[in-house]
């Protein structure tokens, strides 16, 4: 789509949240305008988002270099037929987010997999609909949302441990929500005296990044809990001049960022890629934190990228770049037992 970036619409991110493209023909109208055609009919798109929802915001289309899968943005955001093909050791929770043997979510908008953190869901929903995601099981669902209920139970359940120092916030994607519910989430937490930390793990920055509000920015900096964003950079072309400005602006006002990108096939798998994603993050002083081997989540195969490929390149890359570029390489095992650090094996690989 040609869009307007003078449009002072452009840089409003609720204009941007509201105007997503969820279907067909928004697809295919926003293709036309750049004279391509979705790669899947409209019967066949309608099967593929009946199984996992579609959401792309125009600034993160507006990425999109070539219209079809051998593009890195399009491959991470609009369906593909591949996604049709579930192998039988592929999970609908790969990472065992509710195991119910180890009782790992207690409540529907908490998950408590590590003593001393956990993670709180306040929204089902995200600004864009990542085809590999490994909660695709439940997000963009609102009936995964958290109600006001469901929050109080989960601040509660905090209260009553005082092993928890650290709050993740996550979802969906917490961001997608207005100033006032974060803000009254944020009030709520404040309050709880053994809690340390906050942590807000957001694809905002990267797909929505008129998100980071300089408004929002000065209520996260002003919190007495030291507030750290995660974001989620999976590529070089999304460190976008806008992003980097908006992130800019909130690091400015002492918010710390760290990134987690996930290793996909097509999208970051070669050490050139990988070498100016992680480059880019320092140089906007966002520290790479986890590269993560994609989760045996249904109807991904086509991006997941084997172990042996994924140690090659970060052995590779141990000379090209300083080491606190490098993030660490991880294996969330199946079943919720935890992450696995790869790194030992890149050294000797
Ligand atoms: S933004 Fe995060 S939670 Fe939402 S679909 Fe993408 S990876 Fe999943």
Redo the contacts with the bound molecule.
Sequence with gaps: MNFDHEDPHWIDWKWQQANSCKDYDTLSAWMASVESTPQVTSDQFNELIDRYKMGVTPYYFDLIQHFDDTDPIYRQIIPSLNELLVLEEELDDPIGDENPARGSRPLKALIHRYPNRVLLLPTAQ?????R?????RL??DPAHSAREEDLQAAYNYIEQHPEIKEVIL????PLTLGDHSLLAIFKRLEGIKHLQLIRI???LPV?NPCRLTPELGEVLAKLEKPVWVSS?FNHPLEITPIASKRINTWIRMGIPFLNQSVLLKGVNDSVSTLKALLMGLIEIKVKPYYLHQADMVQGTSHLRVPVERGLSILKELQGELPGYAIPHYVLDRPGGAGKIPLQNLYKSA
């Design positions: 995200c600004a864009v609909y990542c590999f995601c490994f909660r695709k997000v963009g996550t979802g969906g994607d793990h957001t694809r797909v989620h």
